[in-house]
C-alpha cells in the first residue's frame, strides 16, 4: 500500500467501491468519472505507477482478466464495442499513477471520444522507429 494512492485504498477495500470482481491479486471496480454507461477499472491490488513498473507475471494476469471482464461485459451489457485503454504517465493522460486498466462499453454511433486524427507513417520516420526498437 503505497499512502495517498486513492487506488491502493479503494483496491484493498478501505475506501468502498461498486465492485464487480474481486479475488487474491485483483479489484475491478466502476469507474467514478464513466466514459460511458459500465466503464469498468482494473486494479492491482499492489501498487505499481505504471504498466513499466508492473512484474511481468501481474501484467499478464491483468491482462487476461480484461479479457475475463470485456466478455462478462458483452454478454451483461449488450454492448456492440468495448476499448480496452491503458495510460502511463501524465504525458498519455495518466491521472492516478496506480497501474489501471479501463474498459468501455461502446454502443454504435455513441459520441465517446476516443479517437485521434491520424498522421502518416513516412519512410524516414519508419526507419527510425524500427532501428530504435529493435536494436534496444
Ligand atoms: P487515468 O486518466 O489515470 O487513466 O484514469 C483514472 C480514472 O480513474 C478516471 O477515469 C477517473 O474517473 C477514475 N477515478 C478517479 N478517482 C476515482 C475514484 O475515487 N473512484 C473511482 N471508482 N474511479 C476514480
Ligand atoms: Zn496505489
Keep these: 500500500m503505497t499512502e495517498n494512492c486513492i487506488f491502493c485504498k479503494i483496491a484493498s477495500g478501505e475506501i468502498p467501491s461498486a465492485t464487480l470482481y474481486e479475488d487474491a491479486d485483483f479489484r475491478v471496480i466502476l469507474d467514478v468519472g464513466p466514459a460511458s454507461k459500465g466503464h469498468m477499472l482494473i486494479l492491482p491490488k499492489q501498487h505499481f505507477a505504471n504498466i513499466c513498473e508492473m512484474p ?18 458483452e454478454k451483461a451489457l ?3 464495442g468495448i476499448n480496452v485503454l491503458q495510460n502511463n504517465h501524465e504525458a498519455a ?7 489501471h486498466i479501463h474498459l468501455i462499453p461502446r454502443m454504435a454511433n455513441d459520441k465517446v471520444g476516443i479517437t485521434w486524427k491520424p498522421g502518416k507513417l513516412t519512410d524516414e520516420d519508419r526507419d527510425e522507429i524500427v532501428k530504435k526498437i529493435t536494436e534496444e
Design 78 to 80: 449488450g454492448c456492440d
Design 93 to 99: 493522460g495518466q491521472t492516478v499513477f496506480h497501474f
Design 56 to 73: 511481468e507475471e501481474l501484467t499478464g494476469k491483468a491482462f487476461i482478466l480484461a479479457k475475463h471482464m470485456a466478455e462478462k461485459m
